[in-house]
């Protein structure tokens, strides 16, 4: 395409140029001839028919440049159409059954293993980290790291807290871990993300942030005093 643009380019300067060479030899003609006045008309006219066509043939390249382009994603550019649940059908052991308990992670099965809770609320997070049991074995909170404030309750504080909480637990040989998620706060994904970068491995991820019922009406508007 780019040489079938060049050659029409050098088409088009080259009509010019004998345009124009007729026109300065119209130009020796003398006085105040009438039909000298025509031919010079005519000349003007072929040069405007020449301009004219110079600018269409830039309006069709540009059309066929524009048809060759690749065609943009509907949506967001660059990111394309998945079907999610194709992948998760092929995908074995993504969600629990009846034998996820018996599955072993570093010889410890999966019912055995360590379980961090973590609750998210709108001004703190709290990490606690216990055994299969329920028994405590490390606590953790933004405001303990030593965040103060309204600073708290941001996804730094969270992602700090979860990487210290992760420090301490691997000093005591705990790497596979089970993660449940408490509330709605703003370090949710930060806090699973400081965990993965502090070393430590999160086996499963479960959330378990209670959902309001909607059954009972809704309760009268506060009188104004």
Not at 2 to 28: H, Y
Not at 95 to 105: C, G, I, M, Q, V
Request: charged letters at 25%.
């Amino acid at each position: 395409m780019l040489r079938s643009i060049v050659a029409r380019t050098v088409l088009v300067a080259q009509v010019e140029a004998r345009t124009l060479t007729a026109a300065k030899t119209a130009v020796v003609c003398p006085g105040h001839d009438i039909c000298w006045k025509m031919k010079s008309s005519r000349c003007v006219e072929q040069v405007r028919g020449v301009q004219a066509g110079a600018t269409t043939y830039k309006t069709d390249d540009r059309k066929e440049m524009l048809a060759s382009m690749p065609r943009r994603d509907e949506g967001t550019e660059g990111e394309a159409a998945v079907n999610i649940d194709s992948g998760m059908r092929g995908y074995d052991g993504m969600f629990p059954d009846e034998n996820t308990s018996d599955l072993l992670f570093d010889g410890v099965r999966f019912a055995d293993l360590p379980i961090i809770h973590a609750k998210f609320s709108k001004n703190n997070t709290l990490l606690c980290l216990t055994d299969a049991q329920g028994v405590v074995k490390i606590t953790r909170s933004c405001g303990i790291e030593g965040f103060k404030n309204s600073r708290k309750s941001t996804n730094i504080a969270a992602q700090t807290t979860a990487i210290s909480l992760a420090m301490r637990a691997l000093d005591r040989g705990i790497k596979n871990v089970r993660v449940k998620v408490y509330g709605l706060g703003a370090g949710r994904m930060s806090a699973v993300k400081g965990l993965t970068m502090g070393g430590m491995n999160v086996v499963s991820l479960t959330d378990s942030t209670p959902i309001m019922e909607t059954d009972s009406p809704r309760p009268r508007k506060a009188k104004k005093l």
